[in-house]
């Protein structure tokens, strides 16, 4: 119990920073040495928010072979 309070409380306290936070299973497109960057929470700067949905997304884990 203790550790999904700290989790929640992390995620607020990254929120108010430079960093936004995407939560939702999500990849990087396959890169040419045939690997990947998958998760379930993304900090990501705020100054690239607005692109972060065309290089990481649900679609990207679909063509990587990813299940669910």
Not at 8 to 34: Q, Y
Not at 39 to 61: G, R, V, Y
């Amino acid at each position: 119990m203790k550790q999904i309070i700290y989790i929640t409380i992390f995620l607020f306290l990254a929120n108010c920073s430079t960093h936004s936070v995407k939560l939702g299973k999500r990849c990087t497109k396959i890169a040419e040495d045939n690997t990947y960057e998958k998760s379930l929470i993304w900090l990501i700067d705020k100054k690239s928010i607005e692109t972060f949905d065309q290089k990481i997304n649900k679609k990207n884990c679909e063509i990587n072979g990813e299940n669910g």
